[in-house]
């Protein structure tokens, strides 16, 4: 059972486009909703969370948008550059689970020169 | 300060073969997790601990057993290996839900597994 769905699976983007990546979940109970970047052959790392008690936030140029009553949250890359070009996954946890994250199925983004 | 390290990160093993992957972190975190990652699958959670000496299932634990002899390592062990454990696995840790401002996990580089 997935509790997160995840869209695309992957993205091809021009240098200097917007990328969008989308998540949707399930579980009303989530209450924490991070982004994570993983690069060819190495572990994930967190690149930026949010919590439903807001419905946007920004670090530098990505940006997460929250719709709580859609359960949709979304990953938005300004500029995209090559260096981007990783796998993005999308994660929710709830406060009763502790750290444990459930992850999207993962989105491989592809920023052309 | 290394972060996570796992070991060893290739293995080729034969079905019914045994082995264990070792999880090593030096950021004295309570919380330590086993994941393996598949394609167009994510990372799915195998078995995680929330303390030294205590481990839990996670969604997908059948085939494998864990251990946290010691607070810094975590332990994943395959009795009989089957082709469908063929796979990257990854530890991750976490400092704990304690804070419950700060849920980032930290992981390590990936263990490659084929099982043939």
């Known amino acids: 059972q997935q509790q997160v769905k995840q869209s695309p699976q992957s993205l091809i983007v021009q240098k200097g486009g917007i990328s969008i990546i989308n998540c949707a979940y399930e579980?009303?109970?989530?209450?924490?909703f991070p982004w994570y970047q993983q690069f060819p052959g190495k572990g994930p790392a967190l690149l930026i969370a949010?919590?439903?008690?807001?419905s946007e936030k920004k670090e530098g140029r990505f940006t997460i948008s929250f719709n709580k009553s859609a359960k949709q949250f979304s990953l938005h890359i300004m500029d995209s550059q090559p260096g981007d070009s990783a796998t993005y996954f999308c994660?929710?946890?709830?406060?009763?689970?502790?750290?444990?994250?459930?992850f999207g199925e993962g989105t491989q983004l592809t920023v052309n020169p | 300060n290394a972060g996570v390290t796992q070991t060893p990160k290739f293995r080729v093993l034969k079905t019914g073969q045994s082995m264990t992957l070792l999880c090593a972190q030096d950021?004295?975190?309570?919380?330590m997790y086993w994941y393996r990652q598949d394609p167009g699958m994510g990372l799915r959670l195998i078995h995680y601990?929330?303390?030294?000496?205590?481990?839990a299932k996670g969604e997908v634990p059948d085939g494998y057993n864990v251990s946290r002899l010691k607070k810094q390592n975590f332990l994943l062990g395959l009795e009989s290996a089957a082709p469908s454990q063929t796979s990257v696995y990854f530890c991750?840790?976490?400092?704990?839900?304690?804070?419950?401002?700060?849920?980032?996990?930290?992981f390590g580089p990936g263990t490659r597994l084929l099982v043939l």
């Open positions: 991750a840790s976490s400092s704990g839900p304690m804070d419950r401002v700060i849920k980032t996990q930290y």
């Open positions: 579980n009303t109970a989530f209450d924490y």
């Open positions: 949010i919590r439903p008690d807001v």
């Open positions: 994660a929710a946890s709830t406060e009763t689970s502790g750290s444990r994250l459930t």
């Open positions: 950021m004295n975190h309570e919380y």
């Open positions: 601990s929330v303390g030294e000496g205590t481990t």
